[in-house]
């Protein structure tokens, strides 16, 4: 992409076409066989992403980024839900929304050159390392430790359910430094670049899961892994504080694309019920259902008018925390209502695994769980009150 001499709308425009062609050109002619297979070439994709600089939209340019404005990242984050596979478009997000905002924005020049530069190029497949059985939620309670000794932290613990987890090349990884402090939450964290072959980690297995087929979910063990202290990301203390912020891209990322993956399915779901015929009538034309659709596109625009309120927030720089809770909470239900209303307009056709409304069904169920649960969400909009 060449951006000089573009006018803010211009750009906007530039990276929506790349984005939606490049997803055209490298995505949705495989998207079938991926899903088929359960896995996809996260590799070979990536490079290719990386190669129309859709990897690093907001990064800084000293590592390869494009250095735009969060605007414009919010283009190709849209044109992720056109994708019809919740897994593929969760794995990219993995790796430009989950893995690397700390890194970008806290980890030395040397970290960077190492580890962002060729993650925005694709030519690394990174994973987000947080969560694990007895701390989902709750990131707090994580037991996952990396302990100073000498010039290296020394890991051992346990992760679970990480996306790109079996892929991956390194991993953004959240463990605690120091086990005895007993002070204000959080200041005994850190966030580490963990490469997946540094000896000692190990890809447990890999899940399955109700829905985002195509990506890989797996459980990951460290076992006595030895990394240099320059692997760690800013202050070996304050990964608790990194990791927090770094949610907050991740659930404006899924939010912005699972609104745009609504947008298809109404439109689609209109469209079918328009030319399905019941007794010689459009089942469009039955009261119940023209009405439950024109509700749900008035709660979809609201939800889209938030959003971009909330994109421009950002480009400003406030604080926009509760709005992303307010936002992926409202997501999150409304795809579960979206999606199995729809699935009841198309009926039996709607239940079928070769009907896109099936996929979606169990793929965007993952919305109100994966990346706080609603009610992380809910906690977080009642503490502001």
């Not at 906007?12 to 995505?27: F, G, H, Q, Y």
């Not at 990394?227 to 202050?235: E, H, L």
């Not at 198309?346 to 769980?369: H, T, Y």
Request: charged share 25%; aromatic share 8%.
């Amino acid at each position: 992409m060449n951006e000089a001499g573009e006018s803010s709308s211009e750009r906007l425009k530039l990276v929506a076409d790349v984005a939606r062609e490049s997803v055209s050109r490298n995505i949705l002619p495989f998207v079938e066989e991926w899903e088929h297979n359960r896995k996809f070439p996260a590799g070979e994709l990536f490079r290719k992403l990386g190669s129309d600089g859709l990897l690093g939209l907001n990064k800084p340019a000293r590592f390869g980024g494009m250095e735009f404005g969060y605007d414009c990242h919010a283009q190709m984050l849209r044109a992720l839900g056109t994708i019809p596979s919740g897994g593929v478009s969760l794995a990219i997000t993995v790796q430009t929304d989950l893995a690397t905002p700390a890194l970008a924005t806290y980890g030395s020049d040397e970290l960077r050159d190492e580890f962002l530069t060729p993650s925005i190029g694709g030519e690394l497949v990174c994973s987000l390392a947080v969560t694990e059985t007895e701390a989902g939620s709750n990131v707090a309670g994580i037991k996952t430790s990396a302990i100073r000794k000498g010039g290296d932290y020394v890991i051992n613990g346990n992760k679970c359910w990480i996306t790109n987890g079996a892929q991956a090349d390194w991993y953004c990884l959240l463990a605690i430094t120091d086990p005895d402090y007993s002070g204000s939450l959080g200041l005994n964290m850190g966030l580490f670049c963990v490469p997946a072959d540094a000896t000692g980690v190990v890809v447990e297995r890999t899940l399955d899961t109700l829905g985002v087929h195509a990506s890989d979910t797996a459980a990951l063990s460290f076992q006595n892994v030895s990394i240099p202290a320059r692997y760690v990301i800013g202050n070996d203390r304050k990964g608790f504080m990194y990791q927090m912020k770094q949610f907050q891209f991740e659930r404006l990322g899924l939010t912005l694309a699972s609104i745009q993956s609504m947008k298809i399915t109404l439109e689609k779901t209109i469209e079918y019920a328009k030319e399905r015929k019941l007794r010689g009538q459009a089942i469009f034309d039955y009261q119940y259902n023209r009405l439950a659709l024109a509700e749900l596109y008035c709660q979809l625009r609201l939800l889209d008018e938030f959003a971009d309120k909330t994109v421009q927030k950002v480009m400003v720089g406030e604080s926009v925390q509760v709005d992303v809770s307010i936002l992926k909470l409202s997501c999150g239900r409304l795809s579960r209502v979206m999606n199995d209303r729809c699935m009841q307009i198309w009926g039996a056709m709607g239940f079928s695994e070769e009907n896109f409304v099936a996929r979606k069904f169990r793929d965007e169920r993952l919305l109100s769980i994966g990346g706080g649960a609603d009610e992380v969400m809910l906690e977080i909009i009642a503490s502001s009150l």
